[in-house]
């Protein structure tokens, strides 16, 4: 795979996981964190775009913090994730969901 339709690919990635960082709860013990890794992430997309447009010149850590970011952003997503609570809990008498097949 050639390094420009790569980059594409990520900077597409980075700005679907941007988006998904902005939509945690204000409540959420990872709201404060997923802000600065949104920033983080807001501003290599920003240093990537003008690499791509040939405004700047690609450093050799650019793409490496990049798969950081987003790893690290994974991560929040799926822990943040863990905090909704499961609806069908409240259903069932015990308290706890139901297995589903």
Do not use: F
Not at 58 to 64: A, G, S, V
């Amino acid at each position: 795979m050639d390094k420009e339709y790569w980059l594409e690919l990520r900077l597409e990635q980075a700005r679907e996981v941007v988006q998904r960082l902005e939509r945690i709860s204000a409540d959420s013990c990872w709201a404060h964190q997923s802000s600065g890794v949104r920033g983080s992430l807001w501003r290599m997309i920003e240093r990537l775009e003008k690499v791509r447009l040939g405004k700047a010149a690609l450093r050799p850590d650019d793409l490496n913090r990049l798969e950081s970011l987003l790893d690290e952003a994974h991560a929040m997503l799926v822990a943040a994730g863990r905090e909704i609570p499961d609806p069908e809990a409240k259903n069932h008498p015990s308290g706890q969901a139901t297995p589903t097949a």
